[in-house]
């Protein structure tokens, strides 16, 4: 690849990244909040590494010599490109239905005591929240009361209902784990629309143990916007 192409590889990828980390939330499609930094300092330097080059070639006018280069090379554009102009979507109900759900977090020994629930209805909750409150809750808090989360729709492989999905990163898309509830009594939302759902647990198993079915009988579901930093599991939106 002859020195102005290699230049304006450099430029073109330093300028998408600073447009997904630094004048845009673009990046939290692909990485935790915490990387933000990392990613400007890296768009910065290869920015300036670009205009270097470009400079460099443009002083001594020097000519690639030897073999054609390959035309692979050219394919390093595409990537770049696309952070500029068409920046790929954040992780949704594709991977969630190839994702075993995370597991529920284990509670310390002594640590059994669940805050109690708060008096309103319905009770904003996180789906995690929920999921350790059906599987782990002795009191049985959250028996009959009436809940409202937000998430994203995937559809049931079994046709049994549908989930409301939350997706949650350790580091970046590449390590995404699943957090689902299964959500009966409504026809099922388009795949991946961001919605709040208010219902009830759905009985299965017994409440307060592992085999506690982690579901919800829906009441009304709410089509919401997607959030901009979709990789957390919030309370509901609305």
């Given amino acids: 690849m002859k020195r102005p192409v290699q230049a304006l590889l450099l430029v073109l990828s330093g300028l998408g990244l600073l447009q997904a980390s630094l004048f845009t939330d673009m990046f939290l499609r692909y990485v935790k909040p915490g990387m933000r930094p990392l990613l400007i300092v890296s768009g910065l330097v290869l920015l300036t590494l670009g205009l270097a080059e470009a400079w460099s070639a443009y002083r001594t006018a020097r000519r690639d010599e030897g073999h054609p280069p390959p035309h692979v090379a050219w394919l390093l554009?595409?990537?770049?490109?696309?952070?500029?102009?068409?920046?790929?979507?954040?992780?949704?109900?594709?991977?969630?239905?190839?994702?075993?759900?995370?597991?529920?977090?284990?509670?310390?020994?002594?640590?059994?005591?669940?805050?109690?629930?708060?008096?309103?209805?319905?009770?904003?909750i996180t789906l995690g929240d929920f999921t350790r409150r059906v599987r782990q809750d002795r009191t049985r808090a959250i028996e009959e009361r009436t809940v409202r989360m937000t998430g994203f729709v995937t559809?049931?492989?079994?046709?049994?209902?549908?989930?409301?999905?939350?997706?949650?990163?350790?580091?970046?898309?590449?390590?995404?784990?699943?957090?689902?509830?299964?959500?009966?009594?409504?026809?099922?939302?388009?795949?991946?629309?961001?919605?709040?759902?208010?219902?009830?647990?759905?009985?299965?198993?017994?409440?307060?143990?592992?085999?506690?079915?982690?579901?919800?009988?829906?009441?009304?579901?709410?089509?919401?916007?997607?959030?901009?930093n979709s990789y957390m599991d919030a309370l509901p939106l609305d």
């Fill in 77 to 124: 554009f595409l990537p770049a490109l696309s952070l500029l102009f068409y920046a790929p979507p954040a992780l949704g109900s594709y991977t969630a239905a190839r994702e075993a759900p995370r597991a529920t977090q284990t509670r310390d020994a002594g640590d059994d005591d669940f805050e109690p629930l708060p008096a309103t209805s319905p009770v904003p």
């Fill in 155 to 228: 559809p049931a492989d079994d046709g049994d209902g549908w989930y409301l999905t939350r997706l949650l990163l350790n580091c970046c898309a590449a390590d995404a784990q699943s957090l689902k509830v299964r959500v009966h009594g409504v026809a099922t939302p388009k795949a991946d629309t961001w919605v709040t759902v208010t219902g009830s647990w759905h009985p299965g198993g017994t409440l307060g143990t592992d085999s506690a079915e982690v579901a919800l009988d829906a009441r009304e579901v709410k089509k919401v916007q997607r959030p901009s």
